[in-house]
């Protein structure tokens, strides 16, 4: 799929994707496609467009403070029910 092939509604949701931006397609101009194809939007889901700069470094921030915190709760419970 190439982003030249997008329509308009398309293009903005694929260049807010990363930003994590909401896209109301139905706020295009008149007579434009509001529709989004299941293609686009598994091509985003399947990690086609990634976040850049601050944005991948705080996905890898919040990522890693996810594994932490799910450690420390299995950690808790695992203790909690190995008590005598």
């Given at each position: 799929?190439?982003?030249?092939?997008?329509?308009?509604?398309?293009?903005r949701l694929w260049g807010s994707f990363a930003r994590?931006?909401?896209?109301?397609?139905?706020?295009?101009?008149?007579?434009?496609?509001?529709?989004?194809?299941?293609?686009?939007?598994?091509?985003?889901?399947?990690?086609?467009?990634?976040?850049?700069?601050?944005?991948?470094?705080?996905?890898?921030?919040?990522?890693?403070?996810g594994w932490i915190l799910a450690t420390t709760v299995?950690?808790?419970?695992?203790?909690?029910?190995?008590?005598?």
């Amino acid at each position: 799929m190439c982003v030249d092939e997008l329509s308009a509604g398309e293009r903005r949701l694929w260049g807010s994707f990363a930003r994590g931006g909401a896209v109301d397609v139905r706020d295009a101009p008149q007579g434009a496609a509001t529709a989004v194809r299941a293609e686009v939007i598994a091509a985003l889901l399947a990690g086609c467009r990634r976040p850049r700069g601050t944005g991948q470094w705080l996905a890898y921030a919040l990522t890693a403070a996810g594994w932490i915190l799910a450690t420390t709760v299995a950690a808790g419970i695992s203790r909690a029910l190995n008590r005598p």
